[in-house]
Structure formats: C-alpha cells, structure tokens
C-alpha cells in the first residue's frame, strides 16, 4: 500500500513516516500541487493532507478532490475546529483524523477506507478458500495461519485491493517500496514466485496468474482443492502418507 502526505509540519511526517513499520509505503510533499502531482504519476491508495494546508474552511481541498475522484483523502492534524472539519467534509475530504493518536490506529483507518474505495470490504476478504485479513495483516486457511514475509503480505494485499487488475511490475514495485532504493523488476518475480510455493504448500494452486508481458492478476476463484483441511508442517489432516505423496 502506498500513501502520500502533503505537509510543512516536521512532527507530523516524522509521525506519518512511521506507517512504514505498519506496511504502508509513504511519500511526503509540501504543498497540495506537489500531492497532486504524484497521485497523476502513481496509483496511490490514499491522500493525507495536514489540517494546515485545508484552509479555514477546507476549501483549498476542492480543487483535489474533483482532480482525484478515486483516491481517497484524509485530513489530519492537532486542533482541528468544528467549522474546519464541516469544511473538509463538504470538499470531499473521507475522514479527518486528530493528532496525536497511536501509529496503528492511522494504519487501521487508512486501510479500512482504501477497502471500501477499491470495493475490497469488508476486513476479511475471501480469495478462493482463504481469509485474507487486511486488519491484522494475516492469511488464513481453514483458520489455520499462513506464515508471510512482511513483503510477501504486501505484494498480496496490492492484488487484493486491485481483484481483476493486471498489475504490472513497475506498479508493484511502487507498491512495495515506495520508490525509494527499489530493487530490479525480476524482485516482483522471485517474491510471486516464493507466494505461489507457500499457497500450493497448503493445496491452492492458480491463485496468482501471469498476464505474459503485461505482470500478473489476482485470480480469486482458482480450482478447487483437496477437501481435506490443511495444518502447516502436518500436511492434510485425514489423507494417508501414501496418498500425501502420490
């Protein structure tokens, strides 16, 4: 997930910054121009503008709201009036956080909002027989967990907000690292390719397609699998030692 910020206070982007330990990919401008610019170049989950730069009445964010219709924005900041906040919400603003407030709250929210902008809710997405779970970060098997990598959760939880979208590696990348030191495009490969081996592990085959030339895209509905429940390290619960390596 990638976010940007639009402020000139130091405190509020050292605070915002720190969404990176919470897998949220963040890029920090001045102004409302510059915010604007990057969400034109970039598919960006999520505007967060300072309470600052919204004007007395939020005004200042009408123009954004209208040149960015699909990404959601959210207001932040300490002090933020009444009259303020009716503004920002007449302008199109989603949600107004106060600062200060816990990092994980800021994630939390962000993520429930990108959810019901990308058609993604509720918190527990189901892709073919798994339970994806954007809130606690987990991927579930018949309730059993799958052990991700931080990246490997990130790379998944990209496909699932963007269900049916070819991604290609480039978007995937931004995604993943923010464009900061973003390492070569065969990365993408090798991380899709370690995902594929976890999920066939526990019998889910087919899930990430490769769109040759283009990247891959989320396939939510692959073939069924064994009936037979899966438990990591166990194989599945109920099949004979013969059967698990025919």
Do not use: W
Not at 189 to 216: M, N, P, Q, S, W
């Amino acid at each position: 997930m990638r976010v940007a910020i639009a402020s000139i206070n130091p405190r509020t982007l050292a605070f915002v910054s720190l969404l990176q330990e919470q897998g949220v990919q963040t890029e920090a401008c001045d102004d409302l121009d510059d915010v604007s610019e990057l969400a034109g170049l970039y598919d960006l989950d999520m505007l967060l503008l300072d309470v600052a730069l919204a004007g007395a009445d939020g005004s200042a964010i009408a123009g954004l709201r209208l040149m960015h219709a699909t990404v959601p924005i959210l207001v932040l900041g300490a002090d933020i009036g009444l009259e303020q906040s009716i503004g920002c919400f007449a302008a199109g603003v989603d949600d107004i956080v106060a600062l200060p407030c816990r990092i994980e709250i800021l994630a939390a929210r962000i993520r429930a909002i990108v959810r019901r902008f990308r058609g993604a809710d509720p918190a527990i997405c189901a892709i073919g027989p798994l339970r994806f779970d954007m809130i606690r970060r987990s991927l579930r098997l018949d309730g059993v967990p799958i052990t991700l990598t931080s990246k490997e959760y990130e790379l998944l939880e990209a496909m699932v907000l963007r269900k049916g979208a070819i991604l290609t590696k480039d978007v995937l990348l931004d995604q993943l690292y923010g464009g900061r030191d973003a390492p070569n495009a065969r990365t993408i490969d090798v991380f899709v390719c370690k995902l594929r081996k976890k999920l066939a592990a526990c019998g889910v085959h087919d899930l990430i397609e490769t769109v040759r030339g283009l990247g891959y895209i989320l396939n939510d509905t692959p073939p069924d699998r064994p009936s037979t429940a899966y438990r990591p390290g166990l194989g599945f619960k109920g099949m004979s030692d013969a059967a698990q390596a025919a």
